[in-house]
């Protein structure tokens, strides 16, 4: 019996410490909803766009929460800035015993609406923090799958292996590698034509 009223206090610790972290809103949607998600897209979406991070809205993400009553709050989408064209400049980060190291970087983004493509080089990489990814790569770079929400772009590979994140800041565009111990930053200004 006293085993079973351990239980009963834990069940009810957590129960009142998960209740502080939902709105008196946040209920009332829940209650009123028989389930979490709306659909698979629904689910899908959320598990896309983690909390505090940039949201990335394809244009049949709003078809889908208009088509499926979505419900939750309304995350906005920012027109995207239009990046496609030729970016030269330099990458910075560390080099072998911690010394600072740069070298060229150019980037060639394509993009329509919110998502594109490019391709991006950081040269001369090797012994350096920069991504294995890009030492493999070389000269040759990487191709990436863009999608920019705003002034800022997610940069991700096919494989998986490595992201950047830009931002354009007035005419340049400043990049960094997330989740590296090491910071490596990437700036670029567009060439013209």
């Given at each position: 019996?006293?085993?079973?009223r351990?239980w009963?206090?834990?069940?009810?610790?957590?129960m009142?410490?998960m209740s502080?972290?939902?709105?008196?809103q946040?209920w009332?949607?829940w209650?009123?909803?028989?389930?979490?998600?709306?659909?698979g897209?629904h689910?899908?979406?959320s598990?896309?766009n983690?909390a505090g991070?940039v949201?990335?809205?394809r244009?049949d993400?709003v078809?889908?929460?208009?088509?499926q009553?979505?419900?939750?709050q309304?995350?906005?989408s920012?027109?995207?800035?239009d990046l496609s064209?030729r970016?030269?400049g330099t990458w910075?980060?560390?080099?072998?015993?911690?010394?600072s190291?740069?070298?060229?970087?150019?980037?060639?983004?394509r993009?329509?609406?919110?998502?594109g493509v490019?391709?991006?080089?950081?040269?001369d990489?090797?012994?350096?923090?920069v991504?294995w990814?890009?030492?493999?790569?070389?000269?040759?770079?990487?191709?990436?799958?863009?999608?920019?929400n705003?002034?800022?772009?997610?940069?991700?590979?096919?494989?998986?292996?490595?992201?950047?994140?830009f931002?354009?800041v007035?005419?340049r565009l400043?990049?960094?590698v997330p989740?590296?111990?090491e910071?490596?930053?990437?700036?670029?200004?567009?060439?013209?034509?």
């Amino acid at each position: 019996m006293e085993q079973l009223r351990w239980w009963l206090l834990l069940l009810s610790a957590v129960m009142f410490s998960m209740s502080g972290c939902a709105s008196r809103q946040d209920w009332a949607a829940w209650y009123a909803h028989p389930t979490h998600f709306a659909s698979g897209d629904h689910l899908g979406f959320s598990a896309r766009n983690e909390a505090g991070s940039v949201p990335l809205i394809r244009e049949d993400d709003v078809d889908d929460a208009q088509a499926q009553a979505w419900w939750g709050q309304t995350v906005p989408s920012t027109p995207p800035a239009d990046l496609s064209g030729r970016w030269e400049g330099t990458w910075t980060g560390a080099g072998i015993f911690d010394g600072s190291r740069s070298s060229v970087a150019s980037a060639t983004l394509r993009q329509k609406g919110h998502y594109g493509v490019a391709h991006v080089v950081l040269a001369d990489a090797v012994g350096t923090s920069v991504p294995w990814a890009f030492r493999r790569a070389g000269a040759s770079g990487l191709r990436f799958h863009v999608a920019v929400n705003g002034t800022e772009a997610h940069l991700r590979d096919p494989y998986g292996e490595v992201g950047l994140v830009f931002r354009l800041v007035g005419d340049r565009l400043i990049g960094i590698v997330p989740d590296r111990p090491e910071t490596v930053v990437i700036t670029l200004s567009r060439r013209p034509g």
